[in-house]
């Protein structure tokens, strides 16, 4: 759409169609160019042999035509001066106007995007936006929210409680008395067997308390 209200193809093809032209009428003087200088190269010769017999006039004549050449080969190299030149000028101001034809396109696609976004659009937008996660917010607190009895509780009063039940347990770590140390083994010397405990006989007393337990029992 952008080519055909500013024309590029048409100015494209007029520029590809110059450069084209010119090309062949490079080649064409160069093309010239080669006959003329084996014109030269001929009658340089010819002068030549016209000397060689003594032929003066006729080499002269040769020489003549020599120069004449030499000066259309030098117009032919100025002609392809000027057309390289051209050539040159040309192929920068295609590349200039395709390089403003290309910004130009390009501003007015971010000129119809800025059309198709419009400022007061994006603002409800994230309106919208923020209002949905405010309302997802307030969901999931609700949904999070203790319900029934456990409502009712409350957690400045949980909270001592805790710290009542841990201080209880840390004092009563503290009032345990300390675990004996188990005794060390006694070394007994190489050849010596231990002697094993003697068990006690119980005493009269003692031969009672345990009558009297066993019939408790039954």
Not at 41 to 59: D, Y
């Amino acid at each position: 759409m952008f080519s055909r209200v500013f024309g590029k193809p048409k100015q494209e093809t007029n520029a590809v169609a110059t450069l084209d032209k010119l090309n062949e009428t490079l080649e064409m003087l160069e093309k010239k160019e080669k006959v003329l200088l084996k014109k030269v190269s001929t009658e340089v010769e010819k002068a030549k042999e016209f000397t060689r017999g003594k032929n003066k006039r006729a080499a002269i004549q040769c020489l003549k035509r020599k120069r004449l050449y030499e000066q259309q080969i030098e117009q032919l190299g100025n002609f392809q001066l000027r057309i390289h030149d051209q050539m040159i000028m040309l192929e920068g101001a295609k590349a200039t106007t395709e390089t403003v034809d290309a910004l130009r396109t390009g501003a007015a696609a971010m000129k119809a995007m800025q059309k198709a976004t419009n400022i007061d659009d994006v603002d409800k937008t994230m309106d919208e936006i923020n209002e949905q996660t405010e309302n997802m917010k307030q969901i999931q607190d609700a949904l999070s929210a203790p319900i029934g009895a456990a409502a009712d509780f409350d957690e400045d009063e949980l909270e001592a409680e805790l710290e009542e039940l841990e201080g209880a347990e840390l004092e009563e770590q503290l009032l345990q008395p300390a675990t004996t140390a188990p005794a060390a083994p006694v070394q007994v010397p190489a050849g010596r067997q231990p002697t094993r405990p003697v068990t006690a006989k119980p005493t009269p007393e003692e031969d009672e308390l345990a009558a009297l337990q066993a019939e408790m029992a039954l």
